[in-house]
């Protein structure tokens, strides 16, 4: 069974910064690319970024939202993708999914990580 | 960058009706087209990528139709459970883009 478990997530001051991860299971992670999407509280989803698969390069795609602020990275030997987000704005907080991408396609979601920003 | 507009933003259907759902594109996705089910607390669940192909495990009272720019999620006969909020979003172009979701209500 496909599993994905973020973690990380809390409540941060603007400006500080915050990891989170995506614990997976149940498939082999370096074969599929991976994304972050949110969903800020009683709003509709927005797409954050992407990682391509080692084998596409492992390249990266950002919203311009985050584009700067935000890393996405992988670590396929332990079946983890990350989401480093530095300069916490306040319009950051949400609720933060990571997807297994088949294709270009968000066919597994996490059940998401609540990142609250706040002073 | 696309912009995916839904409508409409709330759809009133009594349980065992059809329900139609739209969404637009504003420029071609070809047919790189996907629709997610919502419910609250909970995460987006798959249902139709392709714009036309179901997820595994959706069942068949869930389908889409469409290219280009206007695409349909068609709902048969709604069941309890398919009470939520439904988003479109296009893979075809950087930025990833979804609708803004229609809310599907018991009348």
């Known amino acids: 069974e496909v599993q994905l478990v973020e973690s990380g997530g809390g409540l941060v001051q603007p400006g500080r910064s915050l990891r989170l991860s995506c614990t997976t299971s149940?498939?082999?992670?370096?074969?599929?690319?991976m994304s972050w999407f949110r969903q800020a509280p009683g709003k509709g989803l927005e797409w954050v970024g992407f990682?391509?698969?080692?084998?596409?390069?492992?390249?990266?795609e950002y919203a311009a939202s985050v584009q700067g602020r935000f890393t996405i990275s992988r670590d396929d030997s332990k079946s983890i993708a990350y989401l480093q987000m530095n300069s916490l704005k306040t319009e950051d907080t949400a609720v933060y999914y990571c997807t297994r991408d088949t294709g270009w396609i968000p066919d597994h979601w996490g059940q998401g990580t609540l990142v609250t920003v706040s002073s | 960058e696309i912009v995916m507009t839904q409508s409409p933003a709330t759809l009133s259907v009594s349980p065992g009706e059809r329900a139609t759902l739209s969404c637009r594109a504003s420029?071609?996705?070809?047919?790189?087209l996907a629709w997610y089910q919502q419910k609250p607390g909970q995460a987006p669940r798959l249902l139709i990528y392709?714009?036309?192909t179901r997820a595994t495990g959706i069942p068949a009272r869930f389908s889409g139709s469409g290219s280009g720019t206007e695409f349909t999620l068609t709902i048969s006969s709604l069941q309890s459970e398919d009470f939520a909020v439904y988003y479109c979003q296009q893979y075809n172009n950087w930025p990833r883009a979804f609708g803004q979701g229609t809310k599907v209500e018991i009348k």
């Open positions: 990682i391509r698969s080692k084998a596409f390069g492992g390249t990266t």
């Open positions: 420029q071609s996705v070809s047919g790189n």
């Open positions: 392709g714009a036309s």
């Open positions: 149940g498939f082999t992670f370096g074969d599929y690319a």
